[in-house]
């Protein structure tokens, strides 16, 4: 048998094209699904309790010794392990922040919306039996040195200490 480069050049592109739909719909899932930014990994996190429309009143201990605490009304909202929402203070200043619940332990990423900078921060914090409190630690870029200031975090939960929860937190 010989070889021929015009009949393996032939066969070369019949086979591109009729891959190219398979090629083009892996690229275009590979390229929406790294566009979410998710990593599948988080998806399968099983949380203990569930949080979803939840408002809770956050004290941050004060970063200067004379300060006052910050005090914040946060509203938590959750799907699946993954929770997200806003918090709003009594000056005005605004925080986003999303986040992860693992068992009975809330990790989460925090901006502040301050319209002259924007600082961020995270929170570290367990649930304590109960679910109408939550403990943590609070850090953040902090002051004119932009150093890292860590503080206590205490969350209150406002709206019913037991109504909401459940173990169905795929809702």
């Known amino acids: 048998m010989d070889f021929n480069p015009i009949q393996t050049a032939i066969t070369v592109v019949a086979i591109v094209l009729l891959m190219s ?3 083009l719909w892996a690229f ?4 929406r699904s ?5 990593t599948p990994r988080f998806d399968r996190v099983v949380p203990d309790v569930y949080l979803n429309d939840t408002w809770w009143r956050v004290e941050f201990d004060a970063e200067e010794a004379n300060a006052a605490p910050l005090v914040v009304t946060l509203h938590l909202r959750q799907v699946g392990a993954r929770v997200f929402g806003e918090a709003s203070s009594e000056n005005g200043s605004r ?5 992860l619940l693992h068992g009975r332990q809330l990790s989460y990423i925090a901006l502040d919306d301050d319209r002259r900078s924007e600082r961020s ?3 570290l914090a367990e649930i304590l039996p109960g679910d109408a409190q ?19 975090a205490t969350f209150t939960r406002l709206n019913g200490a037991a109504a909401g929860f459940g173990r ?3 809702r």
């Open 21 to 23: 739909p398979l090629l």
């Open 28 to 31: 275009h899932v590979g390229r």
């Open 34 to 38: 790294s566009s979410t930014g998710k």
């Open 95 to 99: 925080h986003s922040f999303e986040g």
């Open 121 to 123: 921060g995270a929170v």
């Open 134 to 152: 939550i403990i943590g630690i609070r850090n953040r870029w902090s002051g004119p040195s932009e150093g890292m200031a860590m503080r206590r």
């Open 168 to 170: 169905d937190v795929n």
